[in-house]
């Protein structure tokens, strides 16, 4: 069975500063993971995506991801947070052959000023 | 480009009624998916449809029916509402499945009094 861990429920960052936040996921093949992001009261939109290649994955709005399969981990970064950042971000997983996505809890992020 | 339509917005119920999401695409995907978000949690899957006329039960499949009769359309039915039940039902397609980007609606917030 897969499974996806987010270990930071809230997040809060003073903006300027840089960002990690975390994802573990656990999958004996080789996994589809993604980051989307959810801002208020609307749906999810994707991030960044990856499966094989570049452990590094760049993103949009400056977002970057990197894939440890050592580690199984696939945590999100951010240089600069902006005040607009403020969201909650949610790690996935898709298994190959499978149609199912395995979400993780989310982390809420909070940018301050 | 193209969207994912969720109606209603808002859903207000009373215990035991049987109340209809409705989901409409047209991206021209094959796969869409219906999931649960409760506050503070990730997305449960509940039902998922790879093709028109295709069902396929998710985690959280008891209590709820879903019905594909066209290719953009996916419904969702609460069978019997519970008393005090709240939460976002998240309507999303993608091209396949496996690895693919999902898109997702804005959601219908669900109430039951």
């Known amino acids: 069975a897969q499974s996806v861990t987010q270990p930071d429920a809230r997040v809060t960052v003073s903006e300027g500063a840089s960002l990690q936040l975390r994802c573990k996921y656990s999958?004996?093949?080789?996994?589809?993971l993604f980051w989307y992001v959810q801002y208020p009261r609307q749906g999810l939109q994707l991030l960044l995506k990856?499966?094989?290649?570049?452990?590094v994955v760049q993103g949009v709005n400056g977002f970057e991801a990197e894939f440890s399969k050592s580690n199984s981990s696939f945590h999100l970064r951010k240089a600069s947070v902006h005040w607009s950042d403020s969201a909650v971000y949610f790690c996935?997983?898709?298994?190959?052959?499978?149609?199912?996505?395995?979400f993780g809890a989310g982390t809420r992020l909070k940018v301050i000023a | 480009g193209g969207i994912i339509t969720q109606t209603p917005k808002f859903l207000i119920g009373q215990e035991g009624q049987k109340l209809t999401l409705k989901c409409q695409q047209n991206?021209?995907?094959?796969?869409m998916y219906w999931y649960r978000q409760d506050s503070g949690k990730g997305l449960r899957l509940i039902y998922y449809?790879?093709?028109?006329?295709?069902?396929q039960k998710g985690d959280l499949s008891e209590g709820y029916d879903a019905s594909r009769e066209k290719k953009s359309s996916f419904s969702l039915t609460v069978t019997s509402a519970q008393k005090n039940e709240m939460a976002v039902f998240l309507c999303?397609?993608?091209?396949?499945?496996?690895?693919?980007?999902?898109?997702f609606g804005p959601g219908t917030r669900l109430t039951v009094l």
């Open positions: 999958y004996s093949g080789t996994p589809y």
């Open positions: 999303a397609s993608s091209i396949v499945g496996t690895g693919d980007e999902q898109y």
């Open positions: 990856y499966y094989s290649g570049d452990p």
């Open positions: 991206f021209n995907h094959d796969t």
């Open positions: 449809s790879i093709t028109e006329n295709d069902l």
């Open positions: 996935v997983l898709s298994a190959t052959g499978n149609y199912k996505y395995v």
